[in-house]
């Protein structure tokens, strides 16, 4: 039980974290406390977790076109979610949510690295498999 609930922790955490220097970096990003931060980091992961693959899914035909630049779009409409949800979290704008989304995505995947030590939990081994061959 705990070995499942010790990465979802871990998640938030970076989440919560990500969340809370963006509000630092981009002035139209605001928190009215501790406890909003971490219901919006919650319901962020949620969100990313259930609403946006229905979204991708429905907006592939774009998605493809756009080279896949409108996951940004979709990443920002995320966030705009969780601050019209959430009482104490405010954004000033679409295209505040849009930077802050893009600034939070790099900052995820550097701090990942640093707490994953730069390798995944796991490894996926597309190769034949030991002793067989590829035709």
Not at 6 to 20: E, G, K, S, Y
Not at 71 to 89: E, K, P, S, T
Not at 95 to 113: D, E, I, N, P, R
């Amino acid at each position: 039980m705990l070995a499942n609930l010790t990465p979802f922790l871990l998640h938030w955490a970076l989440t919560a974290f990500a969340l809370w220097v963006a509000s630092h970096v981009f002035k139209g990003m605001h928190f009215s406390s501790t406890g909003s931060l971490a219901v919006s980091a919650l319901l962020l992961g949620l969100a990313n977790a259930i609403v946006r693959p229905l979204l991708v899914l429905l907006t592939l035909p774009l998605t493809l076109v756009t080279f896949g630049l409108f996951l940004l779009v979709i990443n920002a409409l995320m966030l705009l979610l969780v601050a019209r949800l959430v009482d104490g979290f405010k954004l000033d704008g679409f295209w505040t949510a849009f930077w802050a989304s893009l600034f939070m995505a790099l900052l995820s995947l550097v701090l990942g690295a640093f707490v994953l030590g730069g390798t995944p939990e796991f490894t996926i081994d597309t190769g034949p498999a030991p002793g067989r061959v590829w035709l």
